[in-house]
Nanobody, 121 residues
Framework: QLAESGGGLVQAGGSLRLSCEAS??????????MGWSRQIPGKQREHVAD???????NVEDSVKDRFTISRNNGKNTVYLQMNYLKPEDTGVYYC???????????????WGRGVQVTVSS
């Protein structure tokens, strides 16, 4: 199970930190890469950022100057620090494990239930 926390309402220019803890029965390899996806209203779910156990991170160009991903392997937890938030960042943010693309569509081995992030102008 992937459990997210840290979503909420923030004014434009503000910050939020999302956390996601993996609990329950996971094969070790199932958490090799953890990350975040989001679904903005009217759009498909998209990749935001991911990070490997070794700390290699991939962050989408659209947010890389504002969002930072990190993880604590000992706690099976991944974080997303979001700074200088914009109204267009509003959406549901999902924790994912082992993300991949299939026929151009973003997929993942496991998904959290998602947390709402709302940025007011």
């Amino acid at each position: 199970q992937l459990a997210e926390s840290g979503g909420g309402l923030v004014q434009a220019g503000g910050s939020l930190r999302l956390s996601c803890e993996a609990s329950g029965s996971f094969f070790s390899s199932a958490l090799d890469v953890m990350g975040w996806s989001r679904q903005i209203p009217g759009k498909q779910r998209e990749h935001v950022a991911d990070i490997s156990r070794g700390g290699s991170a991939n962050v989408e160009d659209s947010v890389k100057d504002r969002f930072t991903i990190s993880r604590n392997n000992g706690k099976n937890t991944v974080y997303l620090q979001m700074n200088y938030l914009k109204p267009e960042d509003t959406g549901v943010y999902y924790c994912v494990a082992n993300p991949y693309y299939e026929s151009g569509n973003f997929r993942a081995g496991s998904w959290g239930r998602g947390v709402q992030v709302t940025v007011s102008s």
